[in-house]
């Protein structure tokens, strides 16, 4: 256990040593850091309104939805785990390249790293382009969080597995419930005519 925790901060050594150094590198991990969630979300909104009938259009209102429930699961459990297992950030065991302010909350898991993780997931079944971008944005999003010096890199590893597997949870929920809504929808369909 030691030795992962070792490797753990040295990672974050290797990840946020890069800190301070590029001014370029630094500006781009601190827009991704702050907002690299709000992006994903103006996409989302985006999806919403988008559509040329009617159908594509509820197919995409489901998928916004979708990923915002993956996303709000996720928090949910990042929640529960971070009282039950509080772990310190890294700025406040260590010297590090800080670039972001913090509270000194519990650093694992990462809730920046589950939330993009699970929006992400959740397209990769419906949007494909907006999967690739979302999901480079949530990779992005959870080196970030190292780079400026708010996380360690088992905090994202982890984040990342909630975000996945939150999504793949509401995913089973929600095909189960569009399959019913589908047949709902079409008995009162033969029952209108």
Known sequence: MEYLVALDYQWFQVINGWANHYRILDAA???????????????????????DNAEKRLRNRTTVM???????????INGILAQLFFRDRPFID????LLVYHDA?????????????AMA?????????????????AVLVALSRVYVGVHYPKDIISG??????????I???SEKLEHLLIRLQSHYEKQGS
């Not at 996303?71 to 949910?76: I, K």
């Not at 997931?121 to 944005?137: Q, Y």
Request: a positive charge; aromatic letters at 10%.
């Open 171 to 173: 995913i089973s929920i």
């Open 105 to 117: 909350t519990s650093s694992w898991p990462s809730n920046h790293a589950a939330i993009s993780a």
């Open 29 to 51: 991990m601190v827009f991704f850091t702050k907002l690299g969630i709000p992006l994903m979300l103006l996409y989302l909104a985006s999806l919403v309104v988008r559509g």
């Open 94 to 97: 260590h010297a590090v390249n």
């Open 121 to 137: 997931m959740s397209l990769c079944f419906r949007r494909r382009w907006g999967a690739r971008v979302c999901t480079t944005i």
């Open 66 to 76: 979708v990923a915002l429930c993956a996303a709000v699961l996720a928090l949910a």
């Open 160 to 169: 990342f597995i909630i975000g996945i597997v939150a999504s793949f949870i």
